[in-house]
């Protein structure tokens, strides 16, 4: 029986030239934006990470989810995903703490490794995979209350402390992301949780039962590109192509990004393509209640994401969420 299932937005804050707003304004919007959906009932965020991007994608998601933590009072914060070789371990840890803190409790960890070339290139960095299992052991260590001494490839740390720690019961959540067999692994044998493809749930399922533990504690957040870009709509065609331009310049980049790579997922097309094959789905509220139960019956999802489309006004977003709240979400309480 599926516990009970949050919903919430992704933000990736990129200002696309075609839809360019002042950057304090676009921020300014976004948390007021923010502000209103907690009102309507969703219960959780995600802060997407990328560095050196043209239109500005978001490169400081704990800061702005910092931001977030001031600005509200019930919704979890998290990245969404972040990238682990980017930061350091005991400033992660501090961080993620003071965030924590500032939310009375509502922080998440939600990180992955990345993919980039030029982004590990611009920071230095050549490997991801063991540095970002380095990165997670101390940080889980830390978030203990040890002091650590750590002797790794990567880290030398002699005292290394997290003061003050997270102020969340149990610790903060450490929800870990992938799309192959080492990010499964990297979940399963590290983190408390997997947050990426509900496609992926067996795999991961699989790598929780190597690594020892009980299959039972096994958590997946739902961050899907075959359900993120989702929107509800009494008016689905005329949604889709006011969405279709914004989605398709999201979803082409990283399209371009994933090319070349063993495990892409996302293939790019013209925007006609897009509009009859693309990952988008925009359904009615019951066709969509429907289609969200239909996920729960392939893994017991306790979060589910949807992105909000680089550009796309919020004030039309706003009017999906309200619909969203007022005809989906009910239907997922008791």
Not at 146 to 170: I, M, S
Not at 200 to 210: G, R
Not at 263 to 272: G, I, T
Not at 307 to 317: A, E, H, I, R
Request: glycine letters at 8%; charged letters at 25%; proline letters at 7%.
């Amino acid at each position: 029986m599926a516990g009970h299932l949050r919903f919430g937005y992704g933000f990736d804050m990129r200002n696309p030239p075609d839809w360019f707003k002042p950057w304090p304004d676009f921020y300014a919007e976004t948390l007021e934006f923010i502000e209103h959906i907690e009102a309507l009932g969703f219960e959780n965020i995600w802060l997407a990470e990328h560095h050196g991007i043209d239109d500005g994608y978001m490169p400081s998601p704990i800061v702005f989810g910092a931001g977030v933590a001031t600005r509200t009072r019930k919704l979890r914060i998290a990245q969404g995903v972040g990238l682990l070789p980017h930061y350091h371990p005991v400033r992660l840890a501090e961080d993620l703490a003071v965030m924590d803190i500032l939310s009375n409790g509502r922080a998440e960890f939600a990180m992955g490794i990345g993919y980039l070339p030029f982004e590990a290139e611009a920071y230095g960095f050549t490997k991801r995979g063991k540095l970002s299992n380095e990165i997670i052991e101390i940080v889980r260590r830390l978030w203990q209350g040890e002091t650590v001494d750590y002797d790794g490839e990567f880290y030398n740390l002699k005292g290394a402390r997290c003061t003050p720690l997270p102020c969340q019961k149990g610790g903060i959540p450490m929800f870990v992301g992938g799309v192959a067999p080492a990010g499964f692994r990297r979940a399963a044998q590290y983190g408390d949780g997997f947050i990426g493809p509900v496609e992926y749930w067996p795999q991961y399922l699989e790598e929780v039962k190597k690594a020892g533990k009980d299959e039972k504690d096994a958590r997946i957040v739902s961050m899907s590109y075959s359900d993120m870009w989702m929107m509800v709509s009494e008016d689905p065609e005329k949604t889709i192509n006011d969405m279709a331009p914004h989605a398709y310049y999201q979803i082409n980049t990283y399209a371009e990004w994933q090319e070349g790579t063993d495990w892409a997922v996302l293939s790019e097309m013209s925007l006609d393509e897009f509009k009859k094959a693309g990952p988008i789905r925009v359904m009615t509220p019951e066709e969509c209640v429907t289609y969200i139960k239909s996920r729960q019956e392939q893994a017991p999802i306790e979060a589910f994401c949807m992105q909000v489309p680089s550009g796309f006004p919020l004030d039309k977003m706003a009017e999906h969420a309200e619909l969203f709240a007022k005809k989906v979400i009910p239907a997922f309480r008791d």
